[in-house]
């Protein structure tokens, strides 16, 4: 089972598509990543409104803020991040959240819609042990990645992920980005992939002291319950 990820409206309209192609192994989030929130357009609101009604669309986003590569306009970017989550509130649907050094703005919008919001994720979380308890102090789940599984740049994650607990620990790969770096042998195209999963899945277990066995059950439990997917017996 996917969960296909929009960046922009028109990616979710593609990520709907491509979904209903598989019923029962795929679903979608719709929504804008802030480096495409210059694309907004008065009337996108509505349009992605409409795309949440679907039921193939588990949540809104990736949304929320980036201000390490600013390929929008900060003041684009929070207006388009507030229009998504007031889409969610509106859908009481959960939130796919991108945030990469926009920390302290990242929060001070989200508590502006504090106990309105149905659940959010924190995807992809590489900060440091302030920022993962600020997230879990507001009730949010996290998302962790192959960043893990760097050694120069995803090392203090190794301390960090025994921290969160096990019913608010998401796996995920970003896929087709941020490629595990410690694979052996290296794909010679560099494309991440779900089949990378295990890996990433194994790396944080190691870490937490747990078998991946029982991380693996764990974390996808927790994956359909955010989702909305139906729950399977595991063997």
Known sequence: ??????????????????????????????????????????????????LCKKTIVRAV????????????????QRLVFEK??????????????HQREAHKDFLSILDLYKGRINHAVVHCFTGDKSQLFNYLDRGFYIGITGWICDETRGRHLHDLVSLIPS???MIETDAPYL??????????????????????????????????????????????????????LFS
């Not at 960046?7 to 029962?24: F, K, T």
């Not at 998504?84 to 959240?97: D, F, K, N």
């Open 179 to 232: 490629i595990p770096h410690d694979l052996e042998p290296t794909p010679e195209n560099n494309r991440n992939e779900p089949a990378y999963l295990p890996h990433i899945l194994k790396t944080i277990a190691r870490n937490r002291n747990e078998s991946d066995v029982e991380l693996a059950a764990q974390t996808t439990a927790t994956a359909k319950k955010f989702f909305s997917i139906l729950l399977k």
């Open 1 to 50: 089972t996917m969960i296909l990820a929009g960046a922009s409206l028109n990616e979710s309209e593609d990520a709907v598509n491509l979904a209903l192609q598989y019923p029962g192994h795929c679903y979608c989030a719709a929504g804008t990543h802030p480096h495409n929130a210059k694309e907004w357009k008065d009337d996108d609101k509505e349009r992605l409104l409409a």
């Open 167 to 169: 019913d608010r620990l």
């Open 84 to 97: 998504q989550i007031q889409i969610a509130e509106e859908t009481s649907m959960p939130l796919l959240l």
């Open 61 to 76: 986003g990736e949304c929320g803020l980036d201000y390490y590569h600013d390929l929008s306009p900060r003041d684009k």
